[in-house]
């Protein structure tokens, strides 16, 4: 597997676990915004990286 395709990889499951957060009832709304607000700083992450290797990456 490449840095590309790891990435990327990432950036999915991100993209998953922030989509189960939303649709988790058992969740209140503070603690989804809490989640999500961690889960898109990975994500930020996850591209800034994509950036500094000169990867470009599907939009997830």
Known sequence: MNYREDLEIKLQKVTLAMHEV?????KTETEKQRIISK???FKEAIISKGIELNIELEAA
């Open 22 to 26: 939303v649709d988790d009832i058992h």
């Open 39 to 41: 889960l898109i700083e």
